[in-house]
């Protein structure tokens, strides 16, 4: 499903307590919010108003519905009056689906002249939205609360924001992925428990030989391949005169493409070490297919294929851009300290700062022919980069801010796509945070989703969430994991 075909239901607390006028009145608000809301412009998603409850039965069918209900993507609730929250519990306990207290109220303002009990009776959120959240409180559950003017655009840009990473959890519920070969050789940080991971996240992670992909790539025909070829020509500048080269990688991408729709797959994984039977390691091929949105991961690394798929999912129609990522190299000079990432070929053109360039040259490890790639500059702007890594027993979800620059240097001869950054808090405190955690060298980069939805995303999950921000100390984070690690043994 795409973003537009989720919808979130507005269910607004009440009682019986105040007479039908007044509940007539919240139903026609509670309406009129939604409406005005979905004609914002600032929601991704459409929010659906269903009922306005009065009694634990509306409480408990509505979320059941929403629970069964595939494009129901999560519930977003409100008081208007005071709504008893023992009403709650059974609905809640039940409840299966993203969660957001949305802490607003109809009225701006205090109307000076006409406030009077009546007012008071039907316009008391800031005490009904307080017992509200007690008791999702005292249920430990998962929930993001938003509180503001439900008209002004800063309040309905974060209920959009959320409603992405709502997506996000729905996306990678039905996750499949695809793998090529086993982890690189004897590599620790790409492994990882997947039944754990399939029961936390719902990623179904499962292996193809390398010997069927063959098939799909050797069954490519020469038109689809050319037709292929004129769409290379149109966005990308072709910089190389081995078109032979980049014909296979256009065979490549068509033969995997084609391959995971078949399985409905939305992200895969291979290796260098197992390329039995293909000619080149895909290098454009992966680019194109992660531009699609698919997710990619190297050297088998199925996790950060995984989140470059759910990244990419949160973020869809935004063109800030998501790649795959792995740190390289640092630039080490004082008061100009950058790391370089980049990969042996797979950075994903979505974040390239002008057309990308196709271009072949040889790669020293995996003993194939020369693969072509697309060459590019990432783009300045702010950003983060993701990891998940798996601690044993649990997963934690490492977000740190970085600030992308224009690369300092145009390094002529590196033959791929480099993206460069100044980490939080600075280089070297961020590197000493991000391997206290045991943050991984691959990494999601992006500009378009942003830490808040990270958090929001791994607490829907119920996944340990670190961010490592511009205010990030070694010592405090050094306290937090060791805390987190005694909190989530005892969860
Ligand atoms: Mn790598």
Redesign the pocket.
């Known amino acids: 499903m795409a973003m537009k075909d989720y919808e979130f239901w507005f269910v607004v607390g009440s009682q019986f307590l105040y007479g039908p006028e007044v509940l007539d009145i919240i139903d026609e608000r509670a309406r009129e919010m939604a409406d005005k809301l979905n004609a914002s412009g600032k929601l991704p998603c459409k929010i659906v108003y269903k009922v306005t409850a009065k009694t634990p039965e509306e409480i408990t069918n509505v979320v059941k519905e929403a629970n069964y209900t595939d494009k129901c993507a999560g519930i977003i609730t409100w008081c208007h009056t005071f709504s008893p929250s023992k009403m709650w519990i059974n609905g809640f306990a039940l409840l299966q689906k993203p969660y957001c207290h949305f802490a607003t109220q109809y009225n701006r303002e205090i109307p000076n002249e006409e406030i009077d009990m009546d007012f008071m009776n039907l316009n008391q959120a800031a005490h009904g939205d307080r017992e509200h959240g007690f008791i999702a409180a005292r249920l430990r559950m998962p929930r993001k609360v938003i509180a503001g003017y439900w008209q002004d655009e800063d309040v309905q840009e974060r209920l959009g924001s959320w409603m992405r990473a709502a997506v996000g959890a729905a996306f990678s519920k039905n996750l499949k992925v695809m793998r090529f070969g086993d982890n690189?050789r004897n590599v620790a940080v790409t492994e990882g428990d997947k039944v754990g991971v399939q029961e936390k996240l719902g990623w179904q992670v499962n292996t193809w030989p390398v010997g069927t992909l063959v098939e799909y790539i050797n069954e490519v025909s020469d038109e689809e391949v050319s037709s292929m070829m004129s769409e290379y020509n149109e966005k990308y500048e072709m910089n190389t005169d081995n078109l032979d080269a980049v014909r296979y990688q256009a065979k490549e991408e068509l033969g995997i493409k084609r391959m995971l729709d078949d399985e409905g797959c939305k992200a895969f994984t291979n290796t260098f070490e197992d390329l039995y039977g293909m000619e080149q390691l895909p290098g454009l091929a992966t680019q194109r297919l992660m531009e699609k949105g698919y997710g990619y991961g190297?050297?088998g690394?199925w996790k950060v294929s995984a989140m470059t798929a759910v990244l990419k999912a949160i973020s869809e129609g935004q063109t800030g851009g998501t790649a795959f990522m792995?740190d390289y190299t640092y630039h080490l000079v004082k008061g100009s300290e950058y790391s370089l990432g980049a990969?042996?070929l797979e950075v994903c053109p979505s974040v390239a700062a002008e057309k990308p360039k196709i271009e072949v040259h040889p790669l020293g490890i995996g003993g194939k022919s020369d693969p072509a790639r697309l060459v590019f500059e990432g783009h300045p702007g702010d950003a983060i980069v993701v990891s998940l890594v798996d601690m044993g027993g649990r997963l934690r979800l490492i977000v740190q801010d970085i600030e992308c620059v224009k690369p300092i240097m145009p390094m002529p001869n590196l033959p791929v796509a480099r993206v460069m950054w100044k980490a939080m808090p600075n280089l070297t405190t961020g590197v000493e945070c991000w391997i206290m955690a045991g943050g991984a060298?691959?990494t999601v980069l992006s500009y378009d989703v942003t830490a808040e939805q990270m958090e929001d995303w791994a607490a829907m999950m119920d996944i340990e969430y670190v961010h490592i921000t511009k205010d990030t100390t070694v010592s405090t984070l050094k306290n937090d994991l060791f805390l987190a690690d005694l909190a989530w043994k005892l969860k």
């Open positions: 690189m190297g050297e690394d792995e990969h042996m060298h691959h």
